[in-house]
């Protein structure tokens, strides 16, 4: 069984800084891409950021300069640093899996189950 979990999300005033994780645990093999999302109340869920196994990276316009993602490969984890967080970042936060294949054979994609991220202004 794979699940996603993630940490690290809480409530940060604006300017500041918080740093999310999120560990992919279960009979893998290898994971595709590892990104993180987010959704807003009223509002559908977008991507934030991205990386495949390469370490190609794909970002947002409204978190480039601000938000950095990292994976570890080996540990099968994704962080995101998130820098001059702003209100409007306020938002659940979500851990995304794509192109996950398990030792059993099988490829999916796999989510976290989010964690909240609040920006005091």
């Known amino acids: 069984q794979v699940q996603l979990v993630e940490s690290g999300g809480g409530l940060v005033q604006a300017g500041g800084s918080l740093r999310l994780s999120c560990v992919a645990s279960?009979?893998?093999?290898?994971?595709?891409?590892m990104g993180w999302y987010r959704q807003a109340s009223g509002k559908q869920r977008e991507l934030l950021a991205a990386?495949?196994?390469?370490?190609?990276?794909n970002y947002a316009d409204s978190v480039k300069g601000r938000f950095t993602i990292s994976r570890d490969n080996i540990k099968n984890t994704v962080s995101l640093q998130m820098n001059s967080l702003k209100a409007e970042d306020t938002a659940v936060y979500y851990c995304?899996?794509?192109?996950?294949?398990?030792?059993?054979?099988?490829?999916?994609?796999?989510w976290g189950q989010g964690t909240q991220v609040t920006v005091s202004s």
């Open positions: 995304n899996a794509e192109g996950l294949a398990t030792r059993s054979g099988v490829m999916s994609e796999y």
């Open positions: 279960g009979s893998i093999l290898s994971i595709n891409v």
């Open positions: 990386m495949s196994r390469g370490g190609t990276t």
